[in-house]
């Protein structure tokens, strides 16, 4: 059964910082893993999609790494902005059509 | 076009009520989906329909029940709800055949049970 961890569940940051965003999944046998935005009361937002055969992705200040040999996916932001401010989540399809999500980091990026 | 509407964005109905929730996607996409998301929770999944049949149901209660008239639209029929269903229902697409396999979702409907 594939289980995604996203840690820490919170994280603060003053803005300009660079940060990384963690998704560990114990199943290395996926095909592709996508990354989300989720603003508070909003639909989720699809960031960045980086297929098996990709080892990262990247979509202006946004880059996202992936691993499947050690079951980890990062996601980089630059140059953090207050505008930055949401909830990330990770998942990753299964062969019957479903996506098993991380519980998701919420973000706060302060002035 | 890359869109998932869903309609309404906000719904307040009674335990007596029956009420609809409309999804629409134009990508072509053959499987879509609709996820309860409670606040501070990632998505739970509902059901998922595969070119227009019911693939997946998640044991969810009969209150809710799923309609795929078309690849198009998805409808999610309510009735006789519970305040705990209260909640973010959202609605995704995916092309399960496309290279990249991305999942698009909506902006969810807000459902209050009162």
């Known amino acids: 059964k594939q289980e995604v961890t996203q840690i820490p569940a919170a994280l603060s940051v003053p803005e300009g910082e660079n940060l990384v965003l963690n998704c560990s999944f114990t199943d290395s046998a996926i095909y592709n893993l996508q990354w989300f935005r989720q603003d508070p009361g909003k639909g989720l937002t699809s960031l960045l999609l980086?297929?098996?055969?990709?080892r990262e992705q990247t979509s202006g200040r946004l880059n996202a790494s992936l691993d499947k040999s050690s079951g980890r996916s990062t996601l980089y932001i630059a140059a953090s902005q207050p505008g930055d401010s949401a909830t990330y989540l990770c998942?990753?399809?299964?062969?019957?059509?479903?996506?098993?999500f991380g519980k998701g980091i919420t973000l706060s990026v302060r002035p | 076009d890359t869109e998932v509407t869903q309609t309404p964005k906000h719904l307040v109905m009674g335990m007596t009520n029956k009420k609809s929730l409309k999804c629409e996607q134009h990508?072509?996409?053959?499987?879509m989906y609709w996820y309860k998301q409670k606040a501070k929770k990632p998505p739970e999944l509902m059901f998922v329909y595969s070119y227009e049949k019911l693939s997946i149901n998640e044991s969810v209660p009969s209150r809710f029940s799923p309609e795929c008239p078309n690849s198009s639209l998805l409808n999610l029929h309510l009735h006789a709800l519970q305040p705990e269903d209260s909640a973010l229902y959202l609605c995704?697409?995916?092309?399960?055949?496309?290279?990249?396999?991305?999942?698009?979702f909506g902006q969810g409907t807000r459902l209050t049970v009162v």
């Open positions: 995704a697409s995916r092309d399960l055949f496309s290279r990249t396999d991305e999942a698009f």
């Open positions: 980086i297929q098996s055969s990709q």
């Open positions: 990508m072509g996409h053959r499987a």
């Open positions: 998942a990753v399809p299964r062969a019957n059509s479903k996506l098993t």
